[in-house]
């Protein structure tokens, strides 16, 4: 059952890979889409340098990595213009949630991915995940570090004033007292006025971007164990050791992961492992799936029922942004009131007006 697993799992790697590294362009407009969504490593260090250097400015006053939000058809009006194939694609596919949510633009590099779904754990979290009450979460990069030596090749985008290890240690102790502090907010504004604080490309931002990397190798390194025992793992898993270049955790993170948030972003399979390392379900609008059974994508997709689940948007797999639920109106499309059904017994007053 193995054998026929990896089976399937290599042949619809093979269809996600080329879809997502080859893209199709249909016009001009349709390349313009994709600039500036990846930055290399050199422009992030340089903009995290200049940032430091005028963090003691007001957080207004820096440039935030999770915009306001925003109309989303007026963004897809916007964006979207012209009549290539592309474009009324993806326009349907916004006309098709835009009764139901608004946009937040996230930050175009190669952390979107990330950063969208970090997002959405705090402002959407309403209790801690189980592994998140572990007292030794700090302890985590050591034990790794002992056991496996994947720490000494981490590189981060900013320059660590301790060693590699304790970083790490110090990133997830961060990503800890984030995630504590949004579960205890009960209104919408308080969890604003932090994400506000979290998302403005400062160091903070990029540790708990760095922790949730570390959550997705310590995840890779113990389910590649159990496939070697051969207990039962995630489906993901197959199509995640299936490549060439992530035969193990070692080449995972070697050949992918490290360069995550530099020259790469994840992959759909990254994005199952992802959702598993965060026990979160992470639900996907793909908008150039418009029309087919894949417009709407679960990562993973076998937990949509015990976990949160958080939702994000992308447009080709490789930029993702944070769909908003909009708040319910209080008058219909004409402008009037709505009013609520009278109870049994009420006058039928209201219903007349």
Request: hydrophobic residues 30%.
């Amino acid at each position: 059952m193995q054998k026929r697993a990896q089976k399937e799992a290599k042949v619809t790697l093979s269809d996600s890979h080329s879809s997502q590294q080859h893209p199709m362009k249909t016009s001009t407009e349709d390349e313009k889409s994709d600039v500036d969504l990846y930055r290399g490593e050199e422009e992030i260090q340089k903009e995290l340098q200049d940032k430091q250097q005028s963090k003691s400015a007001a957080v207004g006053e820096t440039q935030s990595s999770v915009s306001a939000v925003e109309d989303l058809q007026t963004y897809s009006e916007r964006e979207w213009k012209g009549n290539t194939t592309k474009s009324q694609l993806i326009r349907k596919g916004y006309e098709a949630i835009a009764i139901e949510f608004d946009l937040r633009r996230v930050r175009g590099d190669n952390y979107c991915a990330l950063r969208a779904t970090l997002f959405q754990v705090l402002s959407q979290s309403k209790q801690l995940p189980a592994w998140l009450h572990d007292s030794d979460i700090s302890k985590w990069p050591e034990e790794m570090h002992s056991d496996q030596d994947f720490i000494k090749e981490w590189q981060f985008p900013f320059e660590p004033s301790k060693s590699k290890v304790q970083h790490l240690e110090q990133c997830l102790e961060q990503l800890k007292k984030r995630w504590q502090e949004a579960v205890q907010y009960e209104k919408l504004e308080e969890r604003e006025h932090m994400c506000q604080q979290v998302f403005r490309g400062l160091e903070e931002e990029y540790e708990l971007l760095e922790a949730l990397k570390f959550l997705m190798l310590r995840t890779a390194v113990q389910l590649h164990s159990d496939m070697e025992k051969g207990s039962d793992v995630p489906e993901f898993c197959w199509l995640l050791f299936a490549r060439d270049s992530s035969k193990c955790p070692k080449t995972f993170f070697t050949n992918h992961l490290r360069h995550v948030g530099f020259s790469g972003g994840l992959e759909q399979v990254e994005m199952c492992l992802l959702g598993y390392s965060l026990q979160q379900m992470i639900r996907v609008v793909r908008l150039y799936k418009c029309d087919t059974e894949e417009f709407i994508t679960y990562y993973p997709n076998d937990h949509n029922k015990d976990w949160p689940t958080l939702f994000l948007l992308t447009e080709d797999d490789r930029h993702y942004n944070v769909p908003v639920p909009k708040k319910p109106s209080k008058f219909d499309a004409h402008g009037r009131p709505k009013w609520n059904p009278p109870s049994e017994g009420q006058s039928s007053i209201t219903t007349r007006l």
